[in-house]
């Protein structure tokens, strides 16, 4: 498994990361344990979670990172592990209320490092964005963790390109540095993004893209596989109706062709080039990927070596010409 070296720090995770968001509820506490054990095993480094992961579901609360906590406890991998968690969610019953002050950020941080049972966070991300609230008092109060050893970088997920440049431009003012990586919903599919339902999540538009590509700032997506869609599709294998809605739209249909037809002539699986088609983008991109099963581990770790070339990723989107 290929290394990917996040612009601006010193963690080098592998090229996949693995997601965690139903660890310990939907997913029993013994079949989190043997995900993250196959994953170790395939080369993979790179966890990501959430103090809100799982809280939609009965059961334990915050049972993701306090699943990973105890399997980080049971192994001894602490130091061998990229560990990244998020908070300042709103609260589930409340989402169009932001929870983004200082003392929520760092209460959320602290209940993480509990329940992760570690002294600090590889890459703490902040979960959503509270637009009306200034960009220096949220970078601010995230380097302030910095320098006080509890996180070592930090990042956004589903903020807009504009309030990043802002916040970038504020770090670089004051000589610290910012965001460090930028995590979307981003996968080679198409979305209708009225069907995502819940508009404070953000996904990867052609702003943000200009953006990483002009910054360099790393993009690690979510829902990368745009959930196992292009498989399933071409498995003949039966979709959910809120999937069908979020991933419906034709142009899916020729993007689909257009994989199937890489796939077979690169003896890669569908999954695999789906997830290719994010690691060969024109700047550090590394997905995170939610896997069920210990084969679906496997198989999407395996895309962690595929290389496509830029005309065959433009092709997968554009159908322009990529075998001259
Ligand atoms: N920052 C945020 O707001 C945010 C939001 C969502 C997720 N995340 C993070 O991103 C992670 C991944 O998100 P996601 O679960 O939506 O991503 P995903 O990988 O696109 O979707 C996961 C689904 O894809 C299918 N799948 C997985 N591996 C496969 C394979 N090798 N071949 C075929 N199908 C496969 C499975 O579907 P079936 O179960 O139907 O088989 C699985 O449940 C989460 O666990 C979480 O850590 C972050």
Redesign the pocket.
């Known amino acids: 498994m290929r290394s990917t070296a996040i612009p601006q720090t010193d963690l080098v995770p592998s090229a996949i990361?693995?997601?965690?968001?139903?660890?310990g509820n939907g997913i029993a506490p013994a079949d989190a344990f043997q995900l993250l054990d196959a994953y170790v095993a395939c080369g993979g480094n790179f966890i990501?979670?959430?103090a809100v992961?799982a809280n939609w579901l009965p059961g334990e609360k915050n049972s993701?990172e306090k699943t990973i906590g105890r399997w980080l406890a049971a192994n001894g991998q602490r130091d061998a592990i990229v560990l990244a968690s998020?908070g300042a969610?709103p609260e589930l019953a409340t989402m169009q209320i932001p929870r983004m002050s200082p003392a929520e950020i760092v209460d959320d941080l602290e209940t993480s490092l509990r329940n992760l049972q570690t002294d600090r966070i590889d890459l703490y991300?902040l979960?959503?964005d509270d637009p009306a609230r200034p960009v220096a008092e949220i970078i601010d109060t995230l380097h302030g963790q910095v320098v006080a050893g509890k996180i070592r970088y930090f990042a956004c997920?589903?903020w807009r390109a504009e309030r990043i440049a802002a916040a970038q431009a504020y770090a670089a003012a004051r000589g610290i540095t910012g965001f460090v990586a930028n995590?979307?919903?981003w996968?080679l599919a198409q979305i209708d993004p009225a069907a995502t339902g819940?508009p404070t999540?953000v996904a990867m538009d052609e702003e943000t893209y200009t953006y990483h590509r002009r910054s360099g700032l790393a993009a690690i997506?979510?829902?990368?596989?745009?959930?196992?869609?292009?498989?399933?599709m071409a498995?003949g294998r039966a979709v959910?109706p809120n999937?069908q809605k979020l991933y419906g739209a034709q142009e899916n249909g020729r993007r689909l062709a257009r994989v199937k037809e890489l796939a077979q002539a690169t003896g890669y699986?569908?999954?695999?080039i789906?997830?290719a088609y994010l690691t060969s983008q024109p700047f550090v991109t590394i997905?995170?990927?939610?896997?069920?099963?210990v084969?679906?581990?496997?198989?999407?770790m395996q895309?962690g070596d595929v290389e496509l070339t830029g005309e065959q990723v433009d092709w997968l989107v554009r159908g322009d010409e990529w075998k001259r």
């Open positions: 990361c693995l997601g965690s968001s139903n660890f990501d979670t959430a992961y993701s998020k969610h991300w979960h959503r997920s589903n995590q979307m919903r996968s819940d999540t997506p979510y829902s990368s596989q745009a959930n196992g869609y292009f498989q399933k498995d959910a999937q699986s569908v999954s695999q789906v997830l997905p995170i990927v939610g896997c069920r099963s084969a679906q581990v496997e198989d999407s895309a």
